[in-house]
């Protein structure tokens, strides 16, 4: 079911996220301030923005799971978190990597976006031993999506408590993308953007058809099991 | 629903007066991390930020005490079933539950904030009063409808003890942010509220949001 | 209209069926005798039963009320008396039972009638959790019964009482309270003797009573 469109999808990614890369390297030009390493932000932010919008979508999957009872809505928000959480993972360690690079600390708390992250970054780890701490399959999925909403509904809270606490000593390079960027840089950006957004969907409904996959065999499995118990009483 | 909140809320109430067991701990939690902090930072007085700061994680962290604690009667008697076979709307369940928080945070400071006075404080709690109790009153609500939350989401978890505080804290940081930002001016020796409006806006925009969002799951935390 | 009507009816734990197409009607007045070894899904059906649980699959209904959307209906008919007995042990009977009473809307003047019946009352201000487990049982019926329900569903009522109480609450829980009951007990003979209608499980599917049920 989810497989459909997954190998266009798959070629569409690596169609894009070939062309970042190549623009990136070869087309963006060099930051005036902070040279080859502000690079980084072409990979660092697109993860950002498709993690936060990952978790948002979790929280909306979990709410038609709440109202329509069907367990799709439910693993579908599972694997939007579950891939955004380790997406990160990945912006905590670009950023901090860039923050190391143009400013000679490995973690920097005036940048707002970034330390909003590493707050629901936190919050989301949560997600995991709350979900498999509870036994029943059916309990487990409706405290996931009641979970999934608050934790949802949090995020833009937060980035907007973060950012009135801050102060802002260093150059926000995030308030660049509002329009502030060069031409060659917002295009390379928005490239990146789209190759990261695409590579998450990919990835999103990959695993959704492979876990549909395996919970078909588990299906057939027990089918068998019981069809042979009944044959041997 | 009012009438059946305020009876689940009395009974809590009726409980904790009883038991004792969650508002001292609180209390005692709270003036021990303030022994630790005047250890820890090595200041006999503090104020400004610092003070806002210390006080303000001290009272969350004593929160987690009175959330792990909430639905402890109803573990102990063999889980929330009794509840469920009441004919009590469950929005009524998340009002008893958040006021029975509320009001223990509320007594616990009654004495909390006044020992940071005592104990830590350099300026004195007298400067702004009027302002630090809107403050408190703003951001036990949101304590105390986040707290009932994820009470709910943990109190039949195996793992009920690691999970609330996990999710509880992160989900209080914008509370933190804005108590810590309004209290900040309110404890200098000049105590002076500043952009007091712009915190307590926050406050009461989180607490909108939770509450709203609270009493909309509440329900799917209680069934099967 | 019968008290209870299910038709195939399902409950599943992930992929485990806990109830796999029970069927039974029980009507108004009679008791139905749930029996089967451990595990074979009573306590689930019970529970199912009293609105706790949803069902998965198939229709029921009890006392008139579609499972699972008019479960709200429930509580107000419904008494259950269960593997706990749902008292806050650090409330005094009287007070548990006063908190029951104010929930279903019950005067208080009532709840002295009942603890008079299950013969507590001499113990009604103590904590719950000084009582022995017999008497703490007695009131957990007391609190089962004390908003009338029509229908009461009994997970071994007797258990923990000792025969001189179980004649007490004879005619609060027994077949001449003249309400629909539900009973699961272990004592087979004693259930199908004060039974009208009976119903056997084996891992949660319907099963004949006989020997073969409790292997």
Not at chain 2, 159 to 169: D, G, Q, R, S
Not at chain 2, 205 to 213: A, I, N, R, T
């Amino acid at each position: 079911m989810h497989s459909k469109g997954l190998a266009p999808l798959a070629a569409a990614t690596a169609v894009t996220i070939t062309a970042a890369l190549a623009m990136v390297f070869f087309y963006a030009p060099n930051d005036a301030d902070q040279g080859f390493v502000q690079k980084i932000f072409y990979i660092h932010v697109p993860m950002a923005i498709v993690a936060l919008c990952g978790f948002v979508a979790g929280g909306v999957f979990a709410i038609q799971h709440l109202r329509s009872g069907d367990s799709s809505w439910d693993l579908r928000s599972y694997v939007a978190i579950h891939l955004s959480i380790i997406l990160g993972v990945g912006v905590l360690a670009t950023g901090s990597i860039w923050a190391r690079a143009s400013w000679g600390h490995w973690w920097v708390w005036d940048e707002p976006v970034l330390v909003s992250f590493l707050i629901v970054f936190l919050l989301y780890c949560v997600y995991y031993p709350l979900r498999f701490s509870i036994e029943d399959p059916g309990r487990q999925a409706r405290y996931s999506s009641v979970f999934a909403i608050a934790a949802g509904a949090f995020v833009p809270l937060n980035f907007t408590a973060v950012r009135m606490a801050e102060s802002f000593t260093h150059p926000r390079v995030l308030s660049q993308t509002g329009g502030d960027l060069p031409g060659d840089m917002r295009l390379t950006f928005l490239v990146s953007l789209l190759g990261v957004a695409l590579l998450f969907v990919t990835l999103w409904k990959l695993e959704l058809t492979a876990k549909h996959a395996s919970m078909q065999l588990k299906r057939l499995r027990n089918e068998r099991l019981r069809n042979r118990a009944r044959v041997a009483a | 629903m009012i009438a059946a909140a305020r009876t689940i809320l009395g009974k809590d109430l009726r409980i904790e007066l009883r038991t004792k067991e969650s508002v001292p701990a609180m209390v005692l939690f709270s003036i021990t991390v303030y022994v630790l902090f005047h250890f820890g930072l090595d200041r006999d007085s503090l104020d400004g930020a610092l003070a806002a700061g210390v006080l303000w994680v001290t009272l969350l962290l004593a929160a987690v005490i009175g959330v792990s604690r909430l639905f402890a009667a109803e573990r102990d008697q063999g889980g929330i079933d009794g509840l469920l076979l009441s004919p009590v709307d469950r929005t009524a369940l998340f009002v008893a539950k958040a006021a029975a928080l509320f009001v223990f945070l509320t007594v616990a400071e009654v004495v909390a904030v006044p020992a940071f006075g005592l104990l830590l404080l350099g300026p004195g709690l007298g400067g702004a009063f009027p302002e630090l109790l809107a403050v408190l009153a703003l951001g036990n609500l949101g304590v105390a409808a986040v707290g009932a939350l994820v009470a709910a989401l943990a109190a039949e978890t195996r793992a009920h003890e690691l999970i609330v505080p996990l999710l509880l804290l992160p989900l209080l940081v914008p509370v933190l942010i804005a108590c810590a930002q309004a209290t900040e001016p309110l404890m200098r020796q000049d105590a002076v509220a500043e952009d007091l409006g712009r915190w307590l806006g926050l406050l009461s925009l989180y607490d909108v949001v939770f509450v709203l969002l609270s009493v909309a799951v509440f329900d799917f935390l209680l069934e099967d | 209209m019968a008290a209870i009507e299910l038709e195939r009816l399902e409950r599943r734990y992930g992929e485990r069926v806990a109830l796999g197409g029970v069927s039974v009607r029980v009507e108004e007045g009679q008791t139905l005798a749930v029996l089967g070894g451990n595990g074979a899904g009573k306590t689930t059906l019970l529970r199912v039963l009293a609105g706790l649980l949803r069902p998965h699959g198939g229709t029921a209904r009890v006392l008139g009320a579609a499972l699972p959307d008019e479960r709200w209906k429930l509580p107000a008919q419904v008494g259950y008396v269960g593997h706990e007995p749902l008292l806050y042990r650090e409330l005094t009977g009287r007070e548990n039972l006063r908190y029951h009473a104010d929930l279903h809307g019950v005067p208080h003047a009532r709840v002295d009638t009942v603890l008079a019946e299950v013969d507590i009352a001499d113990r009604a201000d103590e904590p719950v959790r000084d009582l022995s487990k017999g008497l703490v049982q007695r009131l957990a019926i007391a609190r089962a019964i004390l908003h009338d329900p029509a229908l009461l569903l009994l997970d071994e009522p007797r258990a923990n009482l000792d025969p001189a109480a179980a004649e007490l609450v004879e005619p609060i829980i027994g077949r001449a309270s003249g309400r629909t009951r539900v009973l699961v007990s272990h004592d087979v003979e004693g259930a199908l003797a004060e039974s009208d209608v009976s119903l056997g499980l084996r891992s949660g599917r319907p099963a004949p009573v006989d020997a073969e049920l409790y292997r």
